[in-house]
């Protein structure tokens, strides 16, 4: 059983709201909230790159996004990064 703080008959409503959004709304709020989280992740990885390019940080978000593997066989391996050495 699922712990919850919201009363039965607020959760009830949020349901009944959730279930009266049109899709084309709903839509609308799930790439909102992918937008973000791949902003998110990218200021994530500027912080923990600082010197890398934009190129470098797309690869390592499609690191992120994809996994490792797949992200290698699709965009290749990760640059060499000399200014770590």
Known sequence: MALSDTDPKAKA???QMLRDVPVWRKVALW???NAT????ALSGLRARYPRADE??????LADVL????LATRVYGPLP???YDS
């Open 13 to 15: 409503l949020q349901l």
């Open 31 to 33: 790439a909102e909230l």
């Open 37 to 40: 989280a791949r902003a998110l």
């Open 55 to 60: 190129a470098e940080l797309r690869r390592r």
């Open 66 to 69: 994809l996994g490792p593997e």
């Open 80 to 82: 060499e990064r000399p």
